[in-house]
């Protein structure tokens, strides 16, 4: 197995189109950071005596919950661009008609299949944890004469763990799903379209308990604080929901790879 997952890893960092997006997402998450980094510093420098913040009018919040709620939304908000990225990975070989070799090197549907997708989460891994870090980094630039231990606290580095296991957990889903519809198109597709149930917030309002069985709205409940923002479900459920998803799709694509022809 070890050799199967350093065939694919070796075929994904050689994919240019892997870099590009890899790229664009990294840049992007500069981006949106540089946005409130003055914000962030500002409302930094005012916290009350009583250690509450005030980051948008009228809304004071315990300073440490806030800054590391803050952190959190930064990250999540990131991971809705990495399914694009496994969507790539996934749909590289169907591009370039490549999959009957794979499948002549590794007959075996399951042991292919599994393959692929640990170095897919190998690779969404790193991407993950350069986002984290990303957003580690302009949050310090806030906090840094105030409480920079705060960032790497048993705390932060918890809600660094839920980014990390929702950006993989989800990016397997999504490589499944491509896997399935043999498009990287689709892939991406079917991932923006649950992303936009969950955010037009339709579910949530009328049937709670189906909203919370979608993919992002788990990781909203398990990376969001419960007492400040509307949440469906606890961070347990969030998180095995996100399991359920990367599981039953895996199992489809296996399915779907050992009944089709490899082309």
């Known amino acids: 197995m070890t050799a199967a997952v350093r065939a694919e890893l070796t075929k994904i960092i050689t994919l240019p189109g892997v870099w590009i997006v890899t ?16 914000l962030f510093a500002d409302a930094v420098a005012e916290i009350r005596p009583d250690g509450d913040i005030e980051v948008f009018v009228g809304q004071p919040q315990p300073a440490s919950e806030a800054i590391l709620g803050l952190l959190a939304g930064g990250t999540l908000q990131m991971g809705l661009f990495l399914p ?12 370039s008609r490549q999959l009957g070799l794979t499948v002549l090197a590794m007959p075996r549907t399951v ?15 790193v991407v993950a944890v350069l986002i984290a870090a990303v957003n580690t980094a302009f949050m310090y630039g806030a906090v840094r004469n105030w409480n920079p231990g705060l960032l790497v ?39 923006l379209a649950s992303a936009a149930v969950t955010m037009s917030q339709v579910l949530a309002r009328t049937v709670p308990d189906l909203d919370a069985l979608l993919p992002l709205s788990a990781a909203r409940n398990l990376m969001l604080d419960p007492g400040v923002n509307d949440l469906t479900a606890s961070r347990v459920h969030g998180l095995l929901v996100l399991v359920g998803w990367a599981a039953v799709t895996a199992v489809a694509a296996a399915v779907t790879l ?5 082309r």
């Open 23 to 38: 790229g664009v997402i990294l840049a992007l998450d500069v981006l949106v950071q540089l946005q409130p980094a003055e």
């Open 84 to 95: 694009v990225l496994a969507a790539v990975i996934a749909g590289q070989e169907f591009r």
């Open 111 to 125: 042991r292919m299949v599994t393959a692929k997708l640990l170095a897919t989460a190998l690779c969404v891994l």
């Open 153 to 191: 606290s048993g705390e932060a580095f918890a809600g660094h763990g839920r980014f990390i296991s929702f950006a993989v957990l989800y990016c397997l889903a999504t490589c499944a799903v491509t896997t399935v519809a043999r498009s990287t198109l689709t892939g991406v597709i079917v991932t």
């Open 258 to 262: 050992s009944r089709r022809d490899a």
